[in-house]
């Protein structure tokens, strides 16, 4: 009997967890792991499948996933009639009798909750070795009616086999993303999320985890990300991992947690900042929404002074990047007060600001009672919110316009000197600034066609152009700081209308007195022919103690490893030593 454990990634370098527990749950049958991709074509996925000639295929269902998924099952139900279908996951977890109902001619069991227990005792059941009526925590039609015998307690973690020792894994550890879990469960009741229906924090062995995390460096992970739902519940757990990860690291890894910011010890933080090597560490961290009602309703305790706390010594120590989420929707946040969470976390400056959007899981409490807030939302899956009592689908739509610039401008970090410009000095909020953008870019049609580098300062240039002259002459030339810091090896073509200007008598300046560019770089040397040849030159006005000046940007770039340095030095500097 063979048996393939299955799941549609949202991209290639992530891999499936859910797969691998599950086949080291059942160590004495024939399972093969079979991974691909949502954008990949179903016909291509069902072919290989069909290919493996299994018995029987478990998929791991999720939202982003699940009508890939059964558009799959369908066609292989076509080629392959006999094949026993399972599903898993949270997508079939909840709201059973539906799917089973939904996909009665498709399907064969769902594995509720947990599965490695289950889809053992599917797979002894399959062979043989058991009745139906042994089999717990499956969920299947019987007359037309959901037969389901729950498994009769939670999986002990503790004695779970390592999902992580397949050989066939190894060859691309390196390439891709490794998920770990150390516990399972949140002992909090956020009504959008799923954590909160499971009561209670259950962890794994935590040498057995240590004893993981070692095997996978040493063959050739590198970017690691816990799954874990609150990983600093535990203070002691979480500083005792740090202090492992600290030590044990491999060069080059990097680990990510997801952290509750307002429940982080201030000592954590310090020892973090005082011991961990740069960029050993990401944390994510939910902040959701600043107003306190919208908190309250959905059963999210968080105290933002100590979340901000937390936010602000881990930025100041400067080891540890942070993406920090927001979701638009909750209940009682209308458009200025979600503008207001916006600006409140944007203020404190991270690394990655991801603004999502509340999606009606099933299962949680906002949907079971989402007609107390007026909420329409999606049938299928992501089952995202089209408008409430308090946002209107016009105002979602605008919110996304932000969404969309934001990642594109701030989250790729490829200006920040000049968002930072235009959100603290030129717009009146930051929210501002990408709302009038977004709109602008949106109503041009960019964001129905694709866009290049280039196209990112060009865009930009325009929209500041029409809606904000008078800062031009300052905008643009930060966006060409912007564009020469974070250009690799020296451009060929710049994004603006380069002027044919030689700046001869600035480059003999410089050959003659190059300390007027700084100690930097005298260090340099240059040469005349090394002057001209690494170097892109370029003027510009600049605010200098609120008044504009006029000055000269050099940008260098190591003819060796590409990385480029910028020296700014004014004109009036080359006029006196030009006298």
Not at 170 to 184: F, G, Q
Not at 215 to 242: C, P, W
Not at 565 to 575: A, G, P, T
């Amino acid at each position: 009997m063979k048996t393939v454990l299955a799941s549609l990634n949202a991209k290639y370098i992530h891999t499936n967890l859910a797969i691998r527990y599950l086949k080291a749950a059942a160590p004495d049958y024939d399972i093969e792991l079979a991974e691909y991709t949502i954008n990949d074509p179903i016909l291509n996925i069902a072919g290989d499948l069909y290919a493996k000639k299994p018995d029987n295929i478990g998929f791991s269902c999720y939202i982003w996933n699940i009508e890939e998924t059964i558009q799959v099952i369908r066609m292989l139900k076509k080629i392959l009639p006999e094949v026993k279908i399972i599903l898993g996951g949270p997508e079939v977890t909840y709201d059973v009798d539906y799917w089973l109902k939904r996909l009665r001619h498709d399907i064969d069991f769902i594995v509720v909750g947990e599965g490695e227990a289950t889809f053992k005792e599917l797979l002894e059941y399959y062979s043989g070795n058991i009745e139906f009526n042994q089999v717990r925590g499956a969920a299947c039609l019987v007359d037309d009616r959901m037969h389901l015998i729950p498994q009769p307690q939670k999986t002990d973690l503790k004695t779970l086999p390592s999902p992580f020792r397949f050989k066939e894994d190894r060859a691309d550890l390196r390439k891709r993303i490794t998920y770990l879990e150390t516990s399972r469960g949140c002992p909090f009741q956020c009504q959008f999320c799923l954590s909160s229906i499971e009561v209670g924090v259950r962890y794994f062995n935590r040498e057995a985890v240590k004893d993981d995390i070692r095997y996978l460096m040493q063959h050739g992970a590198r970017v690691f990300k816990f799954v874990d739902r609150t990983f600093n519940i535990s203070r002691s757990y979480a500083m005792e991992m740090f202090e492992f990860l600290i030590d044990e690291h491999l060069p080059g890894t990097v680990f990510q947690f997801e952290i509750t910011g307002d429940i982080m010890r201030p000592e954590v933080i310090q020892y973090l900042n005082d011991n961990a090597p740069a960029g050993l560490f990401r944390f994510e961290i939910g902040v959701q929404s600043t107003n306190d009602h919208t908190n309250e309703l959905v059963k999210r305790k968080q105290n933002f002074d100590k979340l901000k706390r937390t936010v602000t010594m881990v930025k100041e120590g400067g080891k540890i990047d942070q993406h920090l989420d927001l979701i638009a929707g909750l209940p009682e946040e209308d458009y200025d007060s979600f503008k207001q969470t916006f600006n409140d976390v944007y203020e404190l400056g991270p690394e990655e600001l991801q603004l999502g959007f509340l999606k009606m899981l099933r299962g949680t409490g906002l949907r079971i009672n989402a007609a107390d807030h007026q909420y329409v939302f999606m049938d299928h899956a992501p089952y995202e919110i089209l408008g409430n009592n308090q946002l209107t689908f016009d105002e979602i739509l605008r919110i996304k316009q932000v969404e969309d610039v934001l990642e594109k401008y701030w989250n790729d970090h490829r200006l920040d000197t000049t968002i930072e410009y235009l959100t603290t000095d030129v717009f009146d909020t930051p929210f501002d600034f990408y709302q009038e953008f977004g709109t602008y870019w949106d109503n041009k049609g960019w964001s129905r066609i694709g866009h290049q580098l280039e196209d990112l300062f060009k865009r930009l240039y325009q929209f500041i152009e029409e809606h904000q002259p008078e800062s031009l002459p300052y905008v643009s030339y930060l966006m060409k700081k912007d564009y020469l810091q974070n250009h690799r090896f020296k451009p060929r073509k710049a994004w603006w209308n380069k002027e044919d200007k030689r700046f001869s008598d600035v480059y003999d300046s410089l050959l003659s007195h190059p300390e007027m560019a700084g100690e930097a770089f005298v260090s340099l040397k240059l040469n005349q022919k090394e002057l001209h040849k690494h170097t892109v030159l370029e003027e510009g006005l600049k605010l200098v103690n609120g008044q504009p000046a006029g000055m000269y940007l050099l940008a260098y770039y190591d003819p060796k490893t590409g990385e480029s340095s910028l020296f700014e030095f004014s004109k009036e500097q080359v006029q006196s030593m030009t006298v």
